[in-house]
């Protein structure tokens, strides 16, 4: 009797520290790793900005959080450190766990009501306040259902000079039916946007996908958006049911003088694609040549349904090379562009090798039609293998 009070008492102080988490512990977290998308109007399907919110999906949240399925993040961990990483750390990822487990209990500070997203919705520019905005040049009409092609807007930025751009953030209109925007500026004078790019692209300016967060250059570095610039802004639309608008745009933080460095994008392409119908592992290859010493600042796979897996592996002039990033079960839905945690050196010479497979099987949930032989083009059910490379000189 006495032994097994002994071991009763035992697993109580055994028990105690195992229910020590409460919403406090967590609020945080879900406001800095899951409501920049799970807010209203946002890009998830739901908002996780309040404890009712939160504990009404608290399995699920086990779930995809266990399964390291949310917060989305596609590179594969053996390789690269990236700035905008979305993963948990592991403390953070037990912790939520832990707070499920132990019965998504409230917190007994003011956080088990509060919005534990509103400062961030009220600070407008994540980039400050821009020195210029450009946005599309109509209101958009989205209709209530059905497949919304692609469509890009330029929009003529009628510069008089050059200006150096420090930090660029888009803007969805209306993020509900918003689903990506991939925004890049041309030469003017009447040039326009071709598809699938193009060597004229002065720059990726980064765009809009869910959770991607702004375009911020480091210190010493900018983007030139040349005289009489054009700013193309490719809209993908997802229709949400009801008949929306939308009217996205873009802020431009400008550098006071010209940097040292110019950041420049490079793509990493090849239009040649045949993707014969029902063949699953079909492999491309490009490359891109650094021919002075440069500094990688990004990258970001594209292709479309059929892609499957994208890697941009560094070789170097003495032989060496490395997996710089590799993306598998590469998902259309999400354009991220990888941020390297630091600029990265590429020594003059060093050549960049991107390697693409694609998936034209049945095996593919994402394949509209497995039956179709594809090749290069701009609608999202023909292909495209480009790999957005920033990067800046340093000779
Ligand atoms: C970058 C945007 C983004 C971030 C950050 C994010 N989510 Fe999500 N989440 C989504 C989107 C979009 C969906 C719906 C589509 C999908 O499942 O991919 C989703 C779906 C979910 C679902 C439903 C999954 C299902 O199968 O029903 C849960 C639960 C979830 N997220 C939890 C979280 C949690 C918890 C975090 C933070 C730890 C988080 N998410 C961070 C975008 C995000």
């Given at each position: 009797?006495?032994?097994?009070?002994?071991?009763?008492?035992?697993?109580?102080?055994?028990?105690?520290?195992?229910?020590?988490?409460?919403?406090?512990?967590?609020?945080?977290?879900?406001?800095?790793?899951?409501?920049?998308?799970?807010?209203?109007?946002?890009?998830?399907?739901?908002?996780?900005?309040?404890?009712?919110?939160?504990?009404?999906?608290?399995?699920?949240?086990?779930?995809?959080?266990?399964?390291?399925?949310?917060?989305?993040?596609?590179a594969d961990?053996?390789y690269g450190k990236f700035a905008?990483?979305?993963?948990?750390?592991?403390?953070?990822?037990?912790?939520?766990?832990?707070?499920?487990?132990?019965?998504?209990?409230?917190?007994?500070?003011?956080?088990?009501?509060?919005?534990?997203?509103?400062?961030?919705?009220?600070?407008?520019?994540?980039?400050?306040?821009?020195?210029?905005?450009?946005?599309?040049?109509?209101?958009?009409?989205?209709?209530?259902?059905?497949?919304?092609?692609?469509?890009?807007?330029?929009?003529?930025?009628?510069?008089?000079?050059?200006?150096?751009?420090?930090?660029?953030?888009?803007?969805?209109?209306?993020?509900?039916?918003?689903?990506?925007?991939?925004?890049?500026?041309?030469?003017?004078?009447?040039?326009?946007?071709?598809?699938?790019g193009?060597p004229?692209t002065?720059g990726d300016?980064?765009?809009?996908?869910?959770?991607?967060?702004?375009l911020?250059m480091p210190a010493g570095v900018g983007r030139r958006?040349?005289?009489?610039?054009?700013?193309?802004?490719?809209?993908?639309?997802?229709?949400?049911?009801?008949?929306?608008?939308?009217?996205?745009?873009?802020?431009?933080?400008?550098?006071?003088?010209?940097p040292r460095y110019e950041s420049r994008t490079a793509l990493c392409s090849?239009?040649?694609?045949?993707?014969?119908?029902?063949?699953?592992?079909?492999?491309?290859e490009a490359e891109l040549v650094f021919p002075r010493e440069s500094r990688l600042l990004s990258l970001r796979p594209?292709?479309?349904?059929?892609?499957?897996?994208f890697e941009f592996r560094a070789e170097y002039p003495d032989g060496v090379s490395e997996v710089v990033l590799r993306v598998?079960?590469?998902?259309?839905?999400?354009?991220?562009t990888y941020r390297l945690a630091e600029p990265k050196p590429m020594p003059a010479g060093t050549k960049l090798r991107c390697v693409?497979?694609?998936?034209?099987?049945?095996?593919?949930?994402?394949?509209?039609?497995?039956?179709?032989?594809?090749?290069?083009?701009?609608?999202?059910?023909?292909?495209?293998?480009i790999g957005f490379v920033d990067y800046y000189e340093v000779e």
């Amino acid at each position: 009797m006495a032994r097994a009070a002994a071991a009763w008492a035992a697993s109580i102080v055994f028990a105690l520290p195992a229910f020590a988490v409460d919403f406090d512990d967590v609020a945080d977290m879900l406001r800095l790793r899951c409501a920049g998308c799970h807010q209203q109007g946002g890009p998830a399907p739901f908002a996780l900005e309040t404890f009712q919110q939160a504990r009404a999906w608290a399995s699920s949240i086990r779930r995809v959080v266990a399964a390291g399925a949310m917060p989305p993040w596609h590179a594969d961990p053996r390789y690269g450190k990236f700035a905008n990483d979305r993963r948990l750390p592991a403390a953070e990822k037990e912790k939520l766990l832990a707070w499920v487990d132990e019965g998504s209990r409230p917190g007994a500070g003011s956080a088990a009501t509060a919005p534990v997203n509103a400062a961030d919705r009220s600070s407008g520019w994540r980039i400050g306040a821009p020195d210029l905005v450009f946005e599309l040049p109509e209101k958009v009409t989205i209709p209530a259902a059905g497949e919304v092609p692609y469509h890009g807007y330029r929009v003529d930025t009628k510069l008089p000079e050059d200006v150096w751009i420090q930090a660029a953030e888009t803007q969805p209109g209306n993020a509900a039916v918003v689903h990506h925007v991939i925004v890049q500026a041309f030469p003017g004078s009447g040039a326009v946007a071709p598809a699938g790019g193009d060597p004229r692209t002065v720059g990726d300016l980064g765009g809009y996908a869910p959770g991607t967060g702004p375009l911020i250059m480091p210190a010493g570095v900018g983007r030139r958006l040349p005289a009489g610039a054009v700013i193309d802004f490719q809209m993908h639309y997802t229709p949400t049911g009801r008949v929306e608008t939308d009217r996205s745009r873009i802020g431009l933080v400008l550098a006071a003088e010209p940097p040292r460095y110019e950041s420049r994008t490079a793509l990493c392409s090849t239009p040649f694609l045949w993707i014969p119908a029902g063949e699953s592992d079909v492999r491309f290859e490009a490359e891109l040549v650094f021919p002075r010493e440069s500094r990688l600042l990004s990258l970001r796979p594209h292709m479309h349904l059929r892609g499957d897996t994208f890697e941009f592996r560094a070789e170097y002039p003495d032989g060496v090379s490395e997996v710089v990033l590799r993306v598998d079960g590469y998902d259309f839905n999400w354009q991220t562009t990888y941020r390297l945690a630091e600029p990265k050196p590429m020594p003059a010479g060093t050549k960049l090798r991107c390697v693409a497979t694609y998936d034209n099987s049945g095996d593919n949930p994402r394949n509209p039609d497995p039956t179709r032989d594809v090749s290069w083009g701009r609608e999202t059910t023909d292909e495209m293998m480009i790999g957005f490379v920033d990067y800046y000189e340093v000779e």
